[in-house]
Every structure is written in structure tokens, then in C-alpha cells.
């Protein structure tokens, strides 16, 4: 079968995945993704030579173990149970206590139980999410994990747990580089950006924008996603713009899941 995202995403892009494809370049080197998440995009292309990144640890590590220790990652989440009392207990470990195989079984677990499959953490990074009350969520995807780890070992796929631009220092010309931040917020209470402790700000977006010149000015393919608003718009003025209906996967109210105009796919090709 063909991989699919493990964990469901803050921003993830599986209801905008085929109108990504249609924006993909038709031929790059290496594809890098510095924001990876979910990996909606990555797993519908497949490159055979990639870089992916993401700051946060829990997720970064539930790529590793998956790529090299998939089958003991199938035992552990066959462990786990779907009560509020283990959620709670589960919630409440040090994830730094447990081994990368328990850490990673942690994290996939709660996402998968979590309300709304929203993945949060409070400025200590600890995860704060309350018990999602799911009749029967589906833990363990026994078949789409070995389909991950197949991809990750079967392709040359780089990754990393490093800041963005770390990652976008490696770019080179013909590279094809997808860039999925935190999303600029519709209004001061609207968006949901802090899926870790370090938050992304109006400054990180500014700065965002000049890497993103300084890639096309490498010679690299650039897609960028963001949120409809006049700021992101200024501030990626002269590339190819395009506005996008989609639905926002995870949000906190059912009205804010119907279709919005809401996302911009920025281009520079």
C-alpha cells in the first residue's frame, strides 16, 4: 500500500493534497521539507532522495523509531488502553523517562485519543490535551506503519529535529522545497500555532519571507502555504500567489471544519 500521514496534524494538508500535486515542480533534485508534520505532501510523492525536518522532538523521533523500529513500535501500541484513566497516566509521563520505541508509542497514542486529534503543548513542553472520549480509535495502523517504514528505508530520506533554517541552509539550486509553517493567524484568537513550546511569531514569519528570496535567489523550486491574509500577502509581493478553498482539519469549534477560502500556496515558479 501507499504510505500515508501516521499522525493527524495541526495544518496537515491531506484536504489540500490534490491541488498540491497539481503545483509540484515536474522534475527537481532533492525535495526538503523543513516543517515536515504529518508529511501529506512527502507521502503522496514519494521522492526517492529527500530531507525532511521538524522542531518538534516527540514528532521527529516517531519517524525514527518508525523508519528503524517499526515492528517493536507495532507491539508497544498493541499495549495500549482506551480509558481516560491510562490517557491521563499516559499524558502525565515524561516522555525524556522512556526509551525512543515508549516514546514514540506514547506520542502516536495520544494523538490518536487525544480530543480531536489536536496536538498541543504548554510552554514547558508538556503535552495538554484532554482525553478525547473516542468509542473505538483506531491506535495501531499496523499496515500504513509498514508502508512508512518501507518508504523511509527504501528511499534516501534525511531526518531532522532542527531549526528551519538549518535545514534550508542545505538547499541547492534544483532543489524543490515545501514550506508548510505555522500558520499567520486569521485574527488574534483564531489560529492555532502552538503545536510546540516555541511558538511562531510575526517577526519568524517576516524571516520566513526573506529565506524563502534567498532560496529563489539559490535557483531553488519554492511552494510555500500559509493563511489568506493582506500580511502574508505583502510579504511574498511578486511571486506567483493563489488563493485556496479548503477545510481546516483540526479546530476546537464544528464551524470552523466547513470550507473557507482561507489558505494562499505561494510560488515562485
Avoid at 531526518?159 to 486569521?186: R, T
Wanted: charged share 30%; aromatic share 12%; with cysteine.
Amino acid at each position: 500500500m501507499k504510505p500515508r500521514p501516521f499522525v493527524k496534524w495541526a495544518g496537515g494538508k491531506r484536504q489540500l493534497i490534490k491541488f498540491l500535486r497539481d503545483h509540484v515542480p515536474k522534475t527537481f533534485n532533492r525535495y526538503i521539507e523543513p516543517f515536515v508534520g504529518g508529511g501529506a505532501l512527502l507521502f503522496e510523492l514519494l521522492p526517492k532522495t529527500a530531507i525532511i525536518n521538524d522542531i518538534n522532538q516527540e514528532l521527529i523521533n516517531a519517524y525514527l523509531v518508525i523508519k528503524d523500529h517499526v515492528e517493536e513500535l507495532i507491539e508497544s501500541l498493541k499495549r495500549h488502553k482506551n480509558s481516560a484513566d491510562y490517557y491521563y497516566k499516559m499524558r502525565s509521563t515524561d516522555p525524556k523517562s522512556l526509551n525512543a520505541i515508549e516514546r514514540a508509542s506514547r506520542f502516536i497514542y495520544l494523538n490518536k485519543t487525544a480530543y480531536n486529534g489536536l496536538y498541543r503543548e504548554n510552554l514547558k513542553g508538556e503535552f495538554n490535551v484532554p482525553f478525547g472520549r473516542y468509542k473505538n480509535p483506531k491506535i495501531l495502523d499496523e499496515e500504513n506503519l509498514r508502508a512508512v517504514s518501507k518508504y523511509l528505508n527504501s528511499a534516501n530520506v534525511e531526518i531532522h529535529n532542527l531549526d528551519y533554517k538549518q535545514v534550508c541552509s542545505k538547499a541547492q539550486k534544483g532543489d524543490f522545497v515545501y514550506l508548510d509553517p505555522p500558520y499567520y493567524p486569521l485574527s488574534k484568537t483564531s489560529s492555532f500555532t502552538q503545536y510546540c513550546r516555541y511558538g511562531f511569531t510575526e517577526r519568524d514569519q517576516v524571516e520566513l519571507a526573506e529565506v524563502f528570496r534567498e532560496l529563489d535567489r539559490r535557483g531553488c523550486y519554492l511552494v510555500l502555504s500559509n493563511s489568506n491574509t493582506d500580511f502574508i500577502k505583502r510579504l511574498y509581493r511578486g511571486y506567483n500567489i493563489i488563493e485556496v478553498s479548503a477545510r481546516r482539519s483540526i479546530n476546537s469549534k464544528g464551524d470552523g471544519r466547513k470550507k473557507q477560502n482561507i489558505e494562499l500556496v505561494i510560488k515562485n515558479f
